[in-house]
């Protein structure tokens, strides 16, 4: 789950690379039911994408902070999307312990 681990999984790859706003959106959706098309207008305010990170790492309890967040998203904005992704995607897989 490494922010460089982008092309482990090539469909959220190739989705985050075509369209990263319609990827935040629809893994925010797959992390709290949320509608799709809201999250979509949400991501028109500049911050809102390191909030939804940081919430997933409270969620999830992965270490980390707001500032490194920033960084991460600014410097490192697609490979970010797609590790979001792929942590909502497996912790949410059938089977899967949450943790």
Do not use: E, H
């Amino acid at each position: 789950w490494g922010l460089f681990a982008c092309f482990d999984d090539m469909s959220v790859c190739i989705f985050t690379a075509f369209c990263p706003l319609c990827s935040a959106a629809s893994m925010k959706t797959a992390f709290d039911g949320s509608n799709c098309v809201m999250n979509c207008l949400c991501l028109l305010i500049p911050c809102m994408i390191v909030c939804w990170r940081g919430t997933i790492r409270t969620q999830y309890t992965i270490d980390g902070s707001f500032i490194g967040d920033c960084c991460t998203l600014f410097c490192c904005g697609s490979c970010a999307l797609c590790q979001m992704a792929r942590q909502v995607n497996i912790r949410k897989a059938p089977g899967a312990s949450g943790m």
